[in-house]
């Protein structure tokens, strides 16, 4: 069924005229590992609300979440009617809406749901932040320098990556509470600097092909003695999302491809496990189509701003942070306000430009936001509306990308939960 629930829940958080509110309790995505902790554990308490599991919040032996990296609300809603991996848990499970935490990135997500913390706890919030201890703009998934094509160039600089990113992770909570975890990520990050920290405690397992992927966690499954949590993700609908733009038929294809294998690998592979599995399924955003030819860039529209932008470590200003749906801007302490005005009269009708301590105090980022997060995501934030692109352009950062995501759009800031119980009578 559709939670009807969760519905009005997600449909009254609103912010202003064309944007979504953030939900960190309730129908959110920020409820997702601390309900998983609390099924598994019966430890904790930031959970969804009980109408959005089958069952409610009974504890449960063996949970398996499916991480679809990109495949939000708006592609649940148009791709449910034709795929049986989606109209099942509608017919046999509960499938709630929930917002995404915002920023609507990969980096403050996938962050969340190995440790539990939303973006403005883990101070890990986007794909390009400033990072103080060193001077520069970051790319922290990619543990690499802002506009760096390689991987792991912090590695070579030295740069310990517990440093950086969160070390309590949930795998070591639910370890600590008698329950094994195993992660499947793609195999060229699987082991990465990021991805060794925030998975510490559950044992990461490398594929190349979902179809291999979903083997391997067949055969984890069928091997396994006690409580266990499995978590699979798959990035090829966002990365596809990104090249083409989301209404592209290359991410069509993808969606079928993705949507097909799972009926036909994974649905009889929890069938015939032998044991009540809950099987979850959720997304950390969805996209939006931007044009790179109308992009607004704002260290060109407004030459200001970059006298206005402190210099970094490597002798460039600290720019750009964030992405082209949610641009993060470091400013000089005395031309914070100025640049607001500035950039708001700019951008009227296209975006509107906050101040990243304004929407901290509204919970925008979290119930609680640490220093650390207040240190790198700088002073004002700018928010394109549906169709816009708003970034900083110098020659290390181009905007190529036909499809997006970061921002509070109702397109990139709706997701969705599945919950479906196989091996119950």
Known sequence: MLNPESVAAVEA????????????????????????????????????????????????????????????????????????????????GVV???????????????????????????GVFE?????????????????????????????????????????????????????????FMESSYAYSSYSRIVCAGADTVAYHTLAEAIVLLSQRLEAQRGPAYYMLYVDTVDSLCHNYGPAAPHVAAEIDAVLTTLDRLLHPALARSGRPVL???????????????????????????????PIGADGRPLAPGGSNRDLFLYLNPDRVEEMRAALSELLAGRAEVYRVVDLAAQGFFGPQVSPVFLARAGDLVVLPYAGEAVWWEDGRFKQRHLGMHGGLTPEEAHTELGALVYGEN
Do not use: C, K
Not at 69 to 88: C, I, K, M, N, T
Not at 302 to 308: G, I, S
């Open 13 to 92: 958080a609103r912010f202003g005229e064309r944007f979504v509110r953030p939900l960190y309790t309730g129908y959110g995505f920020a409820a997702i590992p601390g309900t998983i902790e609390y099924l598994l554990t019966g430890a904790g308490d930031a959970t969804l609300p009980p109408a959005a599991i089958p069952g409610g919040l009974e504890r449960r032996e063996t949970v398996v979440l499916l991480f679809l990296d990109a495949l939000g609300w708006q592609f649940f809603a148009s791709h449910v009617e034709r795929y049986p991996f989606l109209q099942r848990a509608l017919d046999h």
């Open 96 to 122: 709630s809406r929930l917002t995404t935490m915002f920023p609507s990135t990969t980096a403050g997500h996938v962050t969340a749901i190995h440790t539990g913390q939303p973006p403005g706890q883990s």
């Open 127 to 183: 794909w390009f932040f400033h990072e103080p201890t060193l001077g520069r703009i970051i790319a922290p998934l990619l543990f690499s320098y802002a506009g760096e094509r390689e991987r792991e160039t912090l590695a070579a600089a030295r740069v310990q990556p517990a440093a950086l990113f969160p070390t309590a992770t949930l795998y070591q909570r639910l370890a600590a509470a008698g329950v094994h975890s195993t992660v």
């Open 279 to 309: 099987l979850l399924f959720t997304a950390d955003h969805g996209q939006i189509g931007v044009n790179p030819a109308t992009s607004l860039l704002v260290n060109r529209l407004l030459p200001e701003l970059v006298a206005a932008t």
